[in-house]
């Protein structure tokens, strides 16, 4: 690996073109406040918006726990996060509420999380609330005996009885008598939601896959993504909708792999589907969470960090197999969104930003027909609200608001009103800058949580180092390395990482999530800039987590389960939580269990190292019947093992000029081709034994451990990787 380098981008004139009309999503610094509770000492953003409620909360600690026991109390612990809609009506409508609040102080000991911060206590009651409902989400509430054991868990209440929902002091008043009047009963449920706890991922483990080879295993999973997916209007399912990033990925891989043309174009439509709808910004940029319709047109308009580092990747992908130019301007734009809203004074990226705008949600975004043409030439005015479907009396349910979103096409709009598609371009290009421009300097920014996340930055790396590979634009080389030389500065402290980075307070210990996306970060770094020491040690002293190879032999001594090839997402020693938690599903994010598989297997291929390629397979074995039956909910899984089924090629480059030349082979999606450069003799790798001839340039081009003649050109490797 290179020395330190510069980071590619000014971070102060970025953040600070930004910071003046950024609101941040904390309530504690209105002033002045009746209330103050323990959260005031916290850093979360969340935690902090919840400082000056009239609850007494707490953050999640030994003591708290502690006292518990001590006044022999049940536990309400309250999961959320500072971007989420409905934890802020909950908030409004019952943690701001005196009277319910006394309640609340009265019979229990009350718990705040941040979901982002600590995902290993979200993990855990959240299957409790799924176990018990049949589904979850946040605001999360749990109600916990004394030790931490959970005996009911549901998510949003309101405060009278409405939506088929019990109102929140109802359950306040149900879950307080039956800890006091019930207790057998209470002790029985808490038992029987830890054993279901502990038993949920080891059920997935055993279910036993019917394929009986890589083939029908392979036509199975695909046929039933083909199945799910929405012809019509693109994506999977119906309302709400999510990008579904990694299945749409998994039908990427397997059309590039198998020449499966539609495949490919399935992957396409769908992203085109995001870019034409509300999810996607079209004046600044970045997408949504998810629509709460089927057709891509109303956003629940928080933008996670996470989403958009995931969509990145799954664009550029696209553009190397389908050029196009609208996954082109996706990527710039987004890219654009991310430095301009979402960086932070000292380099790296902020988690999100609210839907909320004003305590109203989509207000930053929304337009009116009115507010248009007070701000448009009447030819352009014509033109957006023709391209973005607009309409005086509004469309959608809030009355004369927009949503801006693309019915159609420019060329067809363009022709409609009788304008060439190069002078339609060049006036909606105007019309966009006056519309953000304005957005920009006159509107109340969405609130924004201003967590420096492990995992989600890793993602990022990982996704614009596939949009260098796309574009061949240095910008995104620079970006991800960028990124990387960020989060060893601020996150690695002392041989340890850190979950998080917020207002200058470093959160807990890593989580297997955030290293093995780390992990994956680190080799996808390796594979556009051949600088080994991202993969591999660079000696055999140097005992730093700041390689993958280092990072996954962390991961394996120190999440493994006792028994059985998978992780825990945290180290089960002296744990306060009562049941380890393992985590399997892909859901939003990647699970870390798959993402450990992919680098395992990825740095057996390059390290020539069995243990990695056995504890790969391993685990993917574990995994093969619920992917086979579940695929779009195990993306990740199914991605890595397509992958680990294909051929398996390389592409060793070795000599003077290694690095640029291999560079050359980059802008193809070839997903089961390895590219390894060196411009000097390593030995301590297999593929680069014997391999370096002084003063000349040599390509070996490999399949199934079976090579061909050494070339010296770029023109002659690509024949041979061609036949």
Same mark, same amino acid.
């Given at each position: 690996?290179?020395?330190?380098?510069?980071?590619?981008?000014?971070?102060?004139?970025?953040?600070?073109?930004?910071?003046?009309?950024? /609101?941040?999503?904390?309530?504690?610094?209105?002033?002045?406040?009746?209330?103050?509770?323990?959260?005031?000492?916290? =850093?979360?953003?969340?935690?902090?918006?919840?400082?000056?409620?009239?609850?007494?909360?707490?953050?999640?600690?030994?003591?708290?726990?502690?006292?518990?026991?001590?006044?022999?109390?049940?536990?309400?612990?309250?999961?959320?996060?500072?971007?989420?809609?409905?934890?802020?009506? &909950?908030?409004?409508?019952?943690?701001?509420?005196?009277?319910?609040?006394?309640?609340?102080?009265?019979?229990?000991?009350?718990?705040?999380?941040?979901?982002?911060?600590?995902?290993?206590?979200?993990?855990?009651?959240?299957?409790?609330?799924?176990?018990?409902?049949?589904?979850?989400?946040?605001?999360?509430? $749990?109600?916990?005996?004394?030790?931490?054991?959970?005996?009911?868990?549901?998510?949003?209440?309101?405060?009278?009885?409405?939506?088929?929902?019990?109102?929140?002091?109802?359950?306040?008043?149900?879950?307080?008598?039956?800890?006091?009047?019930?207790?057998?009963?209470?002790?029985?449920?808490?038992?029987?939601?830890?054993?279901?706890?502990?038993?949920?991922?080891?059920?997935?483990?055993?279910?036993?896959? /019917?394929?009986?080879?890589?083939?029908?295993?392979?036509?199975?999973? /695909?046929?039933?993504?083909?199945?799910?997916?929405?012809?019509?209007?693109?994506?999977? !399912?119906?309302?709400?909708?999510?990008?579904?990033?990694? =299945?749409?990925?998994?039908?990427?891989?397997?059309?590039?792999?198998?020449?499966?043309?539609?495949?490919?174009?399935?992957?396409?439509?769908?992203?085109?589907?995001?870019?034409?709808?509300?999810?996607?910004?079209?004046?600044?940029?970045?997408?949504?969470?998810?629509?709460?319709?089927?057709?891509?047109?109303?956003?629940?308009?928080?933008?996670?960090?996470?989403?958009?580092?995931?969509?990145?990747?799954?664009?550029?992908?696209?553009?190397?197999?389908?050029?196009?130019?609208?996954?082109?301007?996706?990527?710039?734009?987004?890219?654009?969104?991310?430095?301009?809203?979402?960086?932070?004074?000292?380099?790296?990226?902020?988690? $999100?930003?609210?839907?909320?705008?004003? !305590?109203?949600?989509?207000?930053?975004?929304?337009?009116?027909?009115?507010? *248009?043409?007070?701000?448009?030439?009447?030819?352009?005015?014509?033109?957006?609200?023709?391209?973005?479907?607009?309409?005086?009396?509004?469309?959608?349910?809030?009355?004369?608001?927009?949503?801006?979103?693309?019915?159609?096409?420019?060329?067809?709009?363009?022709?409609?009103?009788?304008?060439?598609?190069?002078?339609?371009?060049?006036?909606?290009?105007?019309?966009?800058?006056?519309?953000?421009?304005?957005?920009?300097?006159?509107?109340?920014?969405?609130?924004?949580?201003?967590?420096?996340?492990?995992?989600?930055?890793?993602?990022?790396?990982?996704?614009?180092?596939?949009?260098?590979?796309?574009?061949?634009?240095?910008?995104?080389?620079?970006?991800?390395?960028?990124?990387?030389?960020?989060?060893?500065?601020?996150?690695?402290?002392?041989?340890?990482?850190?979950?998080?980075?917020?207002?200058?307070?470093?959160?807990?210990?890593?989580?297997?999530?955030?290293?093995?996306?780390?992990?994956?970060?680190?080799?996808?770094?390796?594979?556009?800039?051949?600088?080994?020491?991202?993969?591999?040690?660079?000696?055999?002293?140097?005992?730093? *987590?700041?390689?993958?190879?280092?990072?996954?032999?962390?991961?394996?001594?120190?999440?493994?389960?006792?028994?059985?090839?998978?992780?825990?997402?945290?180290?089960?020693?002296? =744990?306060?939580?009562?049941?380890?938690?393992?985590?399997?599903?892909?859901?939003?994010?990647?699970?870390?269990?798959?993402?450990?598989?992919?680098?395992?297997?990825?740095?057996?291929?390059?390290?020539?190292?069995?243990?990695?390629?056995?504890?790969?397979?391993?685990?993917?074995?574990? &995994?093969?019947?619920?992917?086979?039956?579940?695929?779009?909910?195990?993306?990740?899984?199914?991605?890595?093992?397509?992958?680990?089924? $294909?051929?398996?090629?390389?592409?060793?480059?070795?000599?003077?000029? $290694?690095?640029?030349?291999? !560079?050359?082979?980059? =802008?193809?999606?070839?997903?089961?081709?390895?590219?390894?450069?060196?411009?000097?003799?390593?030995?301590?790798?297999?593929?680069?034994?014997?391999?370096?001839?002084?003063?000349?340039?040599?390509?070996?081009?490999?399949?199934?451990?079976?090579?061909?003649?050494?070339? !010296?050109?770029?023109?002659?490797?690509?024949?041979?990787?061609?036949?």
């Amino acid at each position: 690996m290179s020395a330190k380098r510069e980071l590619p981008f000014k971070t102060s004139t970025l953040s600070q073109s930004f910071s003046s009309p950024f /609101t941040p999503n904390n309530s504690s610094a209105i002033s002045p406040h009746k209330y103050t509770n323990a959260l005031i000492h916290e =850093s979360s953003p969340y935690l902090l918006q919840h400082a000056h409620n009239p609850v007494n909360w707490e953050p999640w600690s030994e003591k708290a726990l502690a006292r518990a026991k001590a006044e022999n109390k049940p536990i309400i612990v309250s999961i959320g996060y500072s971007t989420c809609h409905w934890c802020h009506v &909950m908030e409004r409508e019952s943690f701001e509420d005196e009277a319910t609040a006394a309640v609340m102080n009265e019979h229990f000991v009350c718990i705040k999380v941040d979901r982002e911060e600590r995902p290993d206590v979200d993990r855990i009651y959240m299957e409790a609330c799924q176990a018990i409902s049949g589904g979850g989400g946040w605001p999360l509430n $749990a109600f916990l005996l004394p030790d931490g054991r959970p005996y009911y868990a549901g998510t949003y209440y309101p405060p009278v009885a409405k939506y088929n929902r019990p109102s929140w002091t109802g359950v306040l008043a149900q879950m307080s008598k039956v800890f006091h009047e019930d207790r057998n009963t209470v002790e029985e449920q808490a038992n029987r939601l830890i054993e279901n706890i502990r038993g949920g991922g080891t059920r997935l483990l055993k279910i036993e896959p /019917t394929a009986e080879n890589h083939t029908a295993w392979r036509e199975t999973l /695909t046929e039933k993504l083909r199945a799910n997916y929405d012809l019509r209007r693109g994506g999977f !399912g119906g309302a709400p909708k999510f990008p579904m990033s990694q =299945s749409l990925e998994v039908l990427l891989a397997n059309g590039v792999l198998y020449e499966e043309f539609n495949d490919q174009h399935l992957a396409a439509h769908g992203v085109l589907a995001m870019l034409d709808g509300g999810i996607y910004d079209h004046l600044g940029g970045g997408f949504s969470r998810y629509t709460v319709d089927a057709e891509w047109r109303v956003p629940h308009f928080e933008k996670m960090l996470y989403d958009n580092a995931l969509l990145l990747r799954l664009m550029a992908k696209l553009q190397m197999v389908l050029p196009n130019q609208r996954f082109l301007e996706g990527i710039a734009e987004t890219t654009a969104w991310l430095q301009r809203e979402m960086l932070l004074p000292g380099g790296g990226y902020r988690a $999100a930003l609210d839907a909320d705008s004003e !305590g109203v949600e989509g207000k930053y975004y929304i337009w009116d027909y009115e507010e *248009l043409a007070g701000l448009l030439p009447a030819d352009q005015l014509e033109l957006v609200v023709a391209f973005f479907g607009v309409t005086e009396a509004g469309n959608w349910e809030e009355e004369n608001s927009n949503i801006l979103y693309r019915p159609d096409t420019l060329a067809a709009v363009a022709a409609s009103l009788d304008l060439s598609t190069e002078i339609a371009t060049v006036k909606l290009a105007e019309a966009k800058k006056t519309l953000h421009e304005y957005q920009f300097k006159n509107r109340v920014h969405p609130g924004a949580d201003d967590k420096l996340i492990l995992q989600w930055n890793a993602l990022l790396i990982s996704g614009w180092s596939w949009c260098y590979r796309a574009t061949g634009d240095e910008k995104y080389r620079e970006l991800a390395t960028g990124l990387w030389q960020t989060l060893t500065e601020q996150l690695y402290v002392k041989g340890q990482w850190h979950r998080n980075l917020t207002n200058g307070d470093l959160g807990a210990p890593a989580f297997l999530d955030d290293y093995a996306a780390l992990a994956e970060a680190a080799i996808d770094l390796h594979d556009i800039t051949f600088e080994l020491d991202y993969a591999v040690p660079a000696s055999a002293g140097d005992a730093s *987590l700041t390689n993958a190879a280092a990072i996954v032999d962390y991961i394996l001594a120190t999440f493994s389960m006792p028994e059985g090839p998978m992780c825990y997402l945290r180290g089960i020693e002296d =744990s306060e939580l009562p049941v380890a938690s393992l985590d399997l599903f892909d859901n939003a994010l990647p699970s870390g269990n798959s993402q450990l598989a992919h680098s395992l297997l990825r740095l057996s291929h390059l390290t020539g190292k069995d243990h990695y390629l056995t504890r790969g397979e391993e685990m993917l074995a574990a &995994m093969s019947g619920s992917l086979e039956r579940y695929p779009s909910s195990f993306g990740g899984w199914a991605h890595a093992a397509l992958l680990h089924a $294909a051929p398996v090629r390389e592409l060793v480059v070795a000599g003077p000029g $290694a690095r640029a030349a291999a !560079g050359q082979f980059l =802008s193809r999606y070839r997903p089961e081709l390895l590219i390894v450069a060196s411009p000097e003799a390593r030995e301590d790798l297999s593929l680069l034994q014997n391999r370096y001839l002084p003063g000349e340039l040599r390509f070996y081009v490999c399949e199934n451990q079976s090579c061909q003649l050494p070339v !010296g050109t770029v023109t002659e490797a690509e024949d041979q990787l061609d036949r």
